[in-house]
T-cell receptor, first 114, second 110 residues
Framework: GAVVSQHPSRVICKSGTSVKIECRSLDFQATTMFWYRQFPKKSLMLMAT?????????EQGVEKDKFLINHASLTLSTLTVTSAHPEDSSFYIC??????????FGQGTRLTVV | KQEVTQIPAALSVPEGENLVLNCSFT??????LQWFRQDPGKGLTSLLL?????REQTSGRLNASLDKSSGRSTLYIAASQPGDSATYLC?????????FGTGTSLTVIP
């Protein structure tokens, strides 16, 4: 199946700094990329939907200035957590999707803010 | 808005048992339904994809069915193994959105 590469898999950062997470579709072009956040023992919570070349659509309650999403090409989307705080510590997962077909997920990024 | 529910939330079975995981969705206007597996601290692995025009898909010991009219899907796992222990998530796609279920945490006891 198709491969989605998410990097880094783990990151520890100091409070107040920014962290960038990359999501790449390696062997296909994705119409849309989704960013999810997952709390311990919970299902995935959709944060935002991004389409190449346009602004991301954020879910209610997700701060767009805090979680900056850039979708520069059909194979790359980035999520930047700005001015990170300990409450931003979580598991973040991206997904790449060609509309109405199968969705493929990255391996996730464990963010710890200290 | 589409809501996807999975029952049970957690399931523990002895090795070798056949089991069924359930997924229900509120809006039958879907394009497809996908079942995923998630191991602790890991991303999602796609198990089966059922297009809206299909009734079921099979892969090895896994069989997934889809009944759009009733808003239900089941994932059948035959002869369960300890390695099947994971969280199983279903998701439906509609328009340009993907809606996840709440997940079923499966433990297969050796």
């Amino acid at each position: 199946g198709a491969v989605v590469s998410q990097h880094p898999s783990r990151v520890i950062c100091k409070s107040g700094t920014s962290v960038k997470i990359e999501c790449r579709s390696l062997d296909f072009q994705a119409t849309t990329m989704f960013w999810y956040r997952q709390f311990p023992k919970k299902s995935l919570m959709l944060m935002a939907t991004s389409n190449e070349g346009s602004k991301a659509t954020y879910e209610q309650g997700v701060e767009k200035d805090k979680f900056l999403i850039n979708h520069a090409s059909l194979t790359l989307s980035t999520l930047t957590v700005t001015s990170a705080h300990p409450e931003d510590s979580s598991f973040y997962i991206c997904s790449a999707w060609v509309q109405n077909t199968e969705a493929f997920f990255g391996q996730g990024t464990r963010l710890t803010v200290v | 808005k589409q809501e996807v529910t999975q029952i049970p939330a957690a399931l523990s079975v002895p090795e070798g048992e056949n089991l069924v995981l359930n997924c229900s969705f509120t809006d039958s206007a879907i394009y497809n339904l996908q079942w995923f597996r998630q191991d602790p601290g890991k991303g999602l692995t796609s198990l089966l994809l059922i297009q809206s025009s299909q009734r079921e898909q099979t892969s090895g010991r896994l069989n997934a069915s889809l009944d759009k009219s009733s808003g239900r899907s089941t994932l059948y796992i035959a002869a369960s193994q300890p390695g099947d222990s994971a969280t199983y998530l279903c998701a439906v796609s509609a328009g340009n959105q993907f809606y996840f279920g709440t997940g079923t945490s499966l433990t297969v006891i050796p």
